[in-house]
């Protein structure tokens, strides 16, 4: 809820800001991008830290840098001022808690992981639709700065709950180097963690088929909409603003079944087998978008990406989990490709948004940019599902759990 509930709702400030600052929407979407970055970036330290039994001291800074970040955000009146708050400062603490919790909810888990990876990510979804809402319902009566402070106080009481409810189940690794460079000896993280790197060079070889690479790719396109959808309705449909964030809150809560169930299928069959429909899915409903010409078709739109993109969010974590097998090693694995990733979901939107500058105000290029990463990225994990059933001893087209 309050880490990736507050990115993806990042959507009702992209206009806002945009017509406040008069900046492009490029420039505004910097801030909303770096905010995932960090959250995604400092994975690397707080992964290897929560191994090492620093899971309590990280949640207490996390925490007080989420809410520091919004109640400095509130005082703010210059882009670069919302830059240093709700880019630097709370992406910072939403890195401090997301992949500590991740970790953490991975050791409780064997069977049925996938399902609670998908569970805990449906969190998201009521903070992208609480704090939308809460925009919607305050910000025209109260103004930006008591809105914010208002968010600031809501993250404030739900951390608390959660700090006293999270607790580690295993005992703390002892000190060891901060990155686990013998998980690269594992040809599947390996090929993980390089080709989500790589994938930003759009660069592949023999063995880049791998998974690494669509983790990389997909995200690359995957926040486009929720940063962008608002001002689409607005500047294409016609739409006010407040009316626009209505959008938002049919994505964002749509995206709780598409959170749970595709994880749920995914223990069953595979989370692989179910990873590569699921950015298919999510690839050619971005091509449909260009197609859309009224608000009804963006409403329908809105509710079958909104499925889609949850799937890819949720069971990107529990792929990644398990390439794991020692779960002392969760916290330190899952942080180092969540560093990779960070640049792709640094670059996205700011891309999408040059390319919607680039061509007038026009969406037609920074959707079809989204939905290829999207396709590609599924391209790439169904070269991964041939790898992995070669190195099991089977065909490429047979039907087997990966």
């Not at 396109?221 to 809150?249: C, K, M, N």
Request: glycine share 12%.
């Amino acid at each position: 809820m309050n880490t990736w509930g507050v990115a993806n709702s990042f959507g009702v400030f992209q206009p806002y800001f945009t017509t406040l600052f008069s900046r492009s929407p490029s420039d505004i979407s910097w801030i909303g991008s770096f905010e995932v970055f960090l959250l995604f970036f400092v994975g690397t330290f707080t992964g290897r830290w929560t191994d090492m039994g620093y899971f309590r001291p990280l949640f207490v800074a996390g925490f007080l840098l989420v809410v520091l970040g919004m109640v400095a955000a509130s005082f703010c009146t210059t882009y670069w001022q919302f830059f240093l708050a709700q880019g630097i400062c709370l992406g910072l603490g939403n890195g401090c808690l997301f992949c500590p919790c991740m970790a953490v909810t991975s050791t409780y888990f064997a069977k049925r992981r996938s399902l609670a990876f998908g569970i805990t990510a449906a969190g998201s979804v009521v903070g992208g639709l609480a704090f939308p809402s809460m925009v919607r319902q305050l910000l025209p009566r109260i103004g930006l700065g008591w809105t914010i402070r208002s968010i600031a106080l809501i993250q404030l009481v739900t951390l608390v709950v959660a700090g006293l409810l999270v607790k580690t189940r295993i005992p703390p690794r002892k000190a060891a180097p901060l990155v686990e460079w013998a998980a690269f000896r594992e040809s599947e993280y390996s090929f993980y963690a390089v080709g989500a790197f790589m994938v930003r060079k759009l660069l592949s070889d023999d063995n880049g088929g791998e998974l690494p690479l669509t983790s990389g790719q997909c995200f690359w396109g995957t926040y486009f909409a929720f940063h962008y959808l608002a001002a689409f309705s607005r500047d294409v449909l016609g739409l006010s603003y407040t009316d626009s964030l209505d959008l938002l809150l049919v994505l964002n809560g749509v995206g709780a079944f598409g959170r749970i169930i595709p994880a749920q299928i995914g223990d069953v069959i595979g989370t692989i087998n179910i990873f590569a429909p699921m950015a298919c899915m999510t690839g050619t409903v971005m091509f449909c978008w260009i197609g859309v010409r009224s608000v009804t078709g963006l409403y329908v739109w809105a509710v079958f990406y909104g499925f889609a993109v949850g799937g890819v969010q949720s069971l990107f974590p529990s792929v990644l989990s398990s390439l794991t097998a020692d779960p002392q090693k969760q916290g330190t694995r899952m942080g180092m490709v969540f560093t990779v990733v960070s640049f792709a979901s640094l670059t996205g939107s700011p891309i999408a948004g040059a390319i919607i500058a680039a061509m007038g105000g026009g969406y037609v290029g920074a959707q079809a940019f989204a939905g290829s990463c999207m396709i590609l990225g599924m391209i790439f994990v169904l070269s991964a599902r041939v790898c992995k059933t070669r190195k099991m001893g089977v065909g490429p087209v047979a039907w087997i759990k990966v």
